[in-house]
Each structure stands twice: as structure tokens, then as C-alpha cells.
């Protein structure tokens, strides 16, 4: 009965760690056109920006493209 029960609890472990990541794959292609998200970090392009967007937005929080291009990059020159 307890090795019934502690197989059933690593299997239902698996599926949800199995799960968990799994939502977080998020496959993004190399090239770079750089985002300035609201959180002051430069992404390589849209796509990474999008899937950490992802993430805030599971944690209930927002995030914003500020502009294209790097967040160290000096607008004005």
C-alpha cells in the first residue's frame, strides 16, 4: 500500500515538473533586432521580449516595449 502510494506521488511529481517546464520553452530564433522592455532590459529581439513578457504576466505584473532598439542606447545622439 505504501509503495503504491509513493509511486503515485513521484508520478503526479513528474507530470507537474514535466509541466512547469514545459510552459516556460518558449524558442526563439538568433537573429538580433534589439527591444528596450519597461523593466530597463535590453532583449536580442521581439520574441525573447514576448516570452518574458509571458512570464510577467503569469506573476500578475505588466511588461512594455519602451522602444526598439538597446535600453543604453542614448536617444538623442
Known sequence: MQC???VALLGLSLILFGASTEASYCPCNLLKA????TN???YKNR????CTQREYK???RNLNIRRLG???ANPYF
Request: with cysteine; glycine share 16%; charged share 15%.
Open 40 to 42: 530597463g532590459v535590453t
Open 70 to 72: 538597446s535600453c543604453q
Open 4 to 6: 503504491q502510494a509513493l
Open 34 to 37: 534589439e527591444v528596450c522592455g
Open 58 to 60: 503569469r506573476l500578475g
Open 47 to 50: 520574441c525573447f521580449f514576448e
